[in-house]
């Protein structure tokens, strides 16, 4: 997430996490059960799901072997980004996921990532119903100055910075997570979860969906005609189809169908238009009200605003979700042709899987990170002849720790690698739901 001057929800480059590394900080203690708490998990780590027909796994390792390498990376994450940040009025611990170890900034982004890794993680670490109690009042205890349903974009130290509004991502993570605490934990405790979800829910639909185009809007700050941001321009990674199939069984409400429909529609139109050859998407799309563009340099972020760069770089995990769990058609077509392109520019590597991408598929980084391999390992789980590129994205992010930004995206796409995400409303679906 970055920012100039307006409130600008976003991916975060590795200038800006080195800028926020500091001091170290205690370890997050053993917290006692809340007020309340559930019994146990009911769905416990690790989950084994049954995902869609046809769906690869890492192979070359035993399952219990790929339960414990996401033990492992979660442990990681937890020592490094998980911050004790004080009390609440009713005395019960809040948490916080740093932007970076040391730092004491927290962005809603992370706030959700944490949400759901904790929520997952439920039944290894005994923790994880106070972990999550604890960042979900963080994130209560900071609401937009847009729609006070949401929670602000970025926190330092315990104040608003930078433009008090949200950022899609962060809010849409947090609502799916408490779908996630519901089916868990239930909502008999101290936190209603599955209300805490339907309002800000309520909220997301209202302030950050537009009433027309039914594309995610960047957060609550952008006026839905307004220009150069509106409800047509779109951050690619904020199509989120797994979540929002999710948020429609949950409610009933029949708009999420039209988010689903529209947003692949845009995903599908930047292909066929623009890449083609390669299935590559960039960070912002623009003009969607008629015909969505990639959106021009300087758009929002810096020079990659048009290209497969540190927002879009996501999409193969956000979509290949959604093929994975729910074997969407439409999802499907999209990450078999952004991994088929990546596998043959990559001469199968994992490690040659470049940091960001021009459309046409000329290169913006020489180098290897996680953040651009990790989630493309989840797009090869929908393509049954991507075996092999699969494992060996595996083997080089499984156990591989690097920055904030880069272990979240990580650890929630191990979570998906290792057959251990699961869809909240698969158990707890109240309604039903078909989103075409």
């Not at 480059?13 to 170290?24: E, I, K, P, S």
Request: charged share 15%; glycine share 10%.
């Amino acid at each position: 997430m970055r920012t100039t001057g307006l409130l600008i929800g976003g991916a975060l480059g590795v200038v800006l996490l080195l800028a926020l590394a500091g001091t170290a900080r205690p370890a997050v203690p053993a917290a006692p059960p809340p007020a309340g708490a559930s019994a146990g998990p009911r769905r416990p780590f690790p989950a084994h799901v049954a995902y869609a027909p046809g769906t690869l796994r890492p192979s070359q390792f035993t399952q219990a072997e790929l339960d414990d390498h996401v033990r492992q990376f979660y442990q990681a994450w937890k020592r490094d980004y998980l911050v004790p940040a004080g009390v609440s009025a009713t005395g019960r611990p809040r948490y916080r996921v740093a932007f970076g170890t040391g730092s004491s900034a927290t962005v809603s982004e992370g706030q959700g990532y944490g949400m759901i890794i904790v929520a997952y993680l439920a039944g290894h670490d005994p923790a994880a119903q106070t972990l999550f109690d604890g960042l979900w009042a963080f994130a209560r205890a900071h609401p937009s100055g847009g729609d006070p349903r949401l929670m602000t974009w970025k926190v330092d130290g315990d104040a608003a910075v930078e433009g008090n509004a949200s950022a899609f991502d962060g809010d849409a993570d947090m609502a799916y997570a408490l779908l996630l605490a519901d089916a868990q934990w239930g909502s008999a405790g101290a936190v209603d979860y599955r209300q805490a979800a339907l309002t800000l829910l309520d909220g997301i639909l209202a302030a950050t969906i537009g009433a027309t185009s039914r594309l995610p809007l960047l957060g609550d700050w952008v006026e839905p005609d307004g220009t150069p941001y509106s409800q047509g321009t779109p951050r690619t990674s904020d199509i989120m189809p797994a979540h929002f199939r999710a948020f429609g069984r949950a409610t009933g409400d029949a708009r999420w169908a039209a988010v689903i429909r529209q947003s692949q529609a845009a995903i599908l139109a930047i292909q066929a238009e623009y890449s083609p050859l390669t299935g590559l998407v960039p960070d912002f799309l623009i003009g969607c009200a008629v015909a969505c563009a990639p959106a021009p340099a300087g758009f929002l972020e810096g020079p990659h605003d048009g290209h497969y760069h540190y927002n879009a770089g996501r999409v193969p995990w956000r979509i290949g979700s959604d093929a994975v769990l729910n074997g969407d058609a439409a999802s499907t077509a999209i990450v078999r042709r952004l991994v088929a392109w990546l596998n043959g520019a990559a001469h199968g590597s994992a490690l040659q899987i470049k940091a960001g991408y021009q459309l046409d598929g000329t290169a913006n980084g020489d180098y290897f990170t996680t953040f651009f391999a990790a989630p493309v390992g989840v797009a090869a789980m929908a393509s049954p002849t991507q075996q092999a590129f699969l494992d060996d994205i595996y083997l080089h992010v499984h156990d591989r720790h690097e920055g904030y930004y880069e272990d979240s995206v990580t650890l929630l796409s191990l979570l998906v690698l290792t057959g251990n995400a699961w869809d909240p409303t698969a158990t707890t679906s109240h309604v039903p739901f078909v989103a075409r």
